[in-house]
């Protein structure tokens, strides 16, 4: 355990050092300090998240950590018996070869089946078993550098953002690195780190592609988008659908919109004849029958029992009120009297009277390509909702997913409100 903790505080100075000295963290009208503040404040949030797991929840079946940690021991225990079986499983080339495949049948949740609309976890056990070499099989000093991995994500939105923020960067710590649930929930061994990290870079080399045309930056952007798509194809198209509005593609222009109109329209007709919006309802209907299937066999606590009538399309479109208001705006206050629930009711509320008060204060709808960021963060973030409240019926479980989608809300409000204005009213 001393050799833990040495490693681990080795690991927390060089970081710190790191974000000190590399030109990466140097962003105009950022401190140095504010920056090394939120990552401890980031990795404290990893311990708490992590002891929390571990003590609070104590069935470590349920933990979505334990369940990626304990494979990922299994998966890096292979390079000590069969280093090419070992690297068949970590690329998954050959993964599936019979002398290789007996290797990972200990393991429980890493050939969670890639088809699957809500989750994927291949890529967050490969990862951690990688780190498990540098942290001498530790779950904290992993979670250590799953932060720092996350970190360098939320400085890489911030930077791609900054430029419509002339004179109000410090608004952006609010979103990206203050909000309570966003910190608790982003700070443990959890594939939303990973993809908020993969859809950081993912937006900033958007700028090279469009300024600067660098072909390597296409290539590296297709690869983050795929990165994504094997954590969480939900996610995945949801940034596909954004990205039509990232500042760059000039839609606004007459013939990138024909261009796009006829694309959309091509696309559509191609929908419907594969019957696709009937299949991806049902889908989303038999992810939402699973989940619930769960809460009631584990007696989950938090617990929605949404009532779905019908199958298809229609049904959908008659669960997306439900939907949105369990995603967005519960848990309710008065609704919950555990600690942790009421938490997150505070946080929540905290969160929504917030965007409340900025569009009410200084409201000032965003011209050109700030209007695009906009409607990318809006759409991103909505359409994340909505899939969220279609799927998951447990307020546990909402509070957790939504966390990838609560700071392209804010950042979307943010965008549409004069902050200079609500510097000059207070």
Not at 107 to 122: E, I, L, M, Q, R
């Amino acid at each position: 355990m001393i050799v833990h903790i040495v490693l681990y505080l080795i690991y927390l100075l060089l970081f710190v050092w790191g974000i000190t000295k590399l030109n990466f963290f140097k962003v105009e009208g950022v401190r140095t300090t504010h920056l090394v503040g939120f990552f401890l404040l980031k990795a404290l949030a990893g311990i708490g998240l992590t002891l929390v797991y571990t003590y609070y929840y104590t069935d470590k079946g349920t933990a979505d950590i334990y369940h990626y940690f304990k494979d990922s021991i299994v998966v890096s225990c292979i390079l000590f018996v069969k280093p090419l079986a070992w690297l068949k499983v970590i690329t998954g080339i050959g993964m599936y070869q019979p002398d290789t495949f007996k290797y990972i049948v200990p393991t429980a949740y890493f050939s969670h089946p890639g088809s699957d609309v809500a989750t994927n976890n291949s890529l967050i056990i490969r990862i951690t078993s990688l780190f498990n070499y540098l942290s001498l099989f530790n779950i904290y000093i992993n979670t250590l550098l799953f932060n720092m991995l996350g970190f360098v994500g939320l400085v890489a939105i911030l930077k791609a953002v900054k430029p419509y923020f002339a004179g109000n960067v410090k608004w952006l710590y609010i979103p990206l690195f203050l909000l309570p649930s966003v910190v608790f929930w982003g700070s443990g061994m959890l594939k939303e780190q990973l993809m908020l990290t993969f859809i950081g870079f993912y937006i900033l080399l958007h700028n090279r592609v469009v300024v600067k045309h660098i072909a390597i930056s296409w290539i590296i952007m297709v690869v983050l988008f795929l990165a994504v798509y094997s954590i969480k194809p939900s996610v995945a198209a949801c940034l596909l659908l954004a990205t039509f509005f990232l500042p760059g593609f000039q839609v606004y222009k007459p013939k990138r919109l024909i261009a796009l109109g006829i694309t959309v329209v091509v696309l559509l007709i191609a929908a419907i004849a594969l019957n696709l919006p009937t299949k991806v309802a049902n889908m989303l209907l038999t992810k939402h029958a699973e989940y619930a299937a769960l809460a009631i066999s584990e007696n989950a606590g938090s617990a929605l029992y949404t009532s779905v009538q019908g199958a298809g399309v229609s049904a959908v479109i008659k669960l997306i009120p439900t939907a949105l208001t369990n995603a967005i705006a519960r848990p309710f206050l008065w609704s919950h009297n555990k600690v942790f629930q009421l938490a997150f009711a505070l946080d929540n509320t905290a969160f929504l009277l917030l965007i409340i008060f900025l569009l009410f204060r200084a409201f000032q709808f965003p011209k050109g390509e700030k209007r695009l960021l906009m409607l990318f963060c809006l759409t991103f973030a909505i359409t994340n909702y909505l899939i969220i409240g279609l799927t998951i019926p447990v307020m546990g479980a909402i509070v957790h997913y939504r966390i990838i989608a609560a700071p392209f809300l804010l950042l979307a409000v943010l965008l549409c409100v004069d902050l200079n204005a609500v510097k000059a009213k207070n």
